[in-house]
């Protein structure tokens, strides 16, 4: 009686490890084709080796969830946000604002700053198809936007102009320009 039983669990085990191979293969020839796919996709697009070319592309870029990222940094209680809303309902930009405010940045608070950041990516920017970042604040405040988003998805900077009042596109952030 026991014969059987091992023989039967030895034959479902031989079946279950045949499917198994089978549908590996399967994968495997899948990957294989998509990847030919994407190196023939590739070596019909032509190379960008000017920037002002990157920044109209992103530019007119449109993603299906973009989030602004409003970072107001100074020591002061006034959020950038209000402005940011202005400046993107003005170029018809219909986006969600997630804000981190501080008051003020320097070499003691810069860990929660990290933090912080890190905190918003993992949170209310981690559906974000694209972000649109705006600081109010040290320069080194956007070393580390680069460091922490690190091409996690498409990066646009802004920087307020004072002579004119209003935000002014100046780009997307990419690695190796």
Sequence with gaps: MWDVIYSFINQVGTFIGIIGAIISFLVLLKVKRQGKKLVELASTLKPLNNYDELKEIFRERNTGRPKAFCLSLIPTDMSIKSRVEKFLNSQDKKMPIVELNMD??????????????????????????????????????????????????????????????????????????
């Design 104 to 177: 003020g940045l320097s070499s003691q608070t810069f860990g929660d700053f990290i933090n912080e950041v890190k905190k918003k990516r993992r949170g209310e920017l981690s559906d974000a198809t694209e972000i649109h970042v705006f600081i109010q604040g040290p320069v080194v405040a956007g070393a580390v936007i680069g460091a922490v988003f690190d091409h996690w998805v498409p990066i646009n900077l802004y920087h307020y102009n004072t002579k004119s009042f209003t935000y002014e596109y100046w780009g997307p952030l990419i690695k190796n320009i």
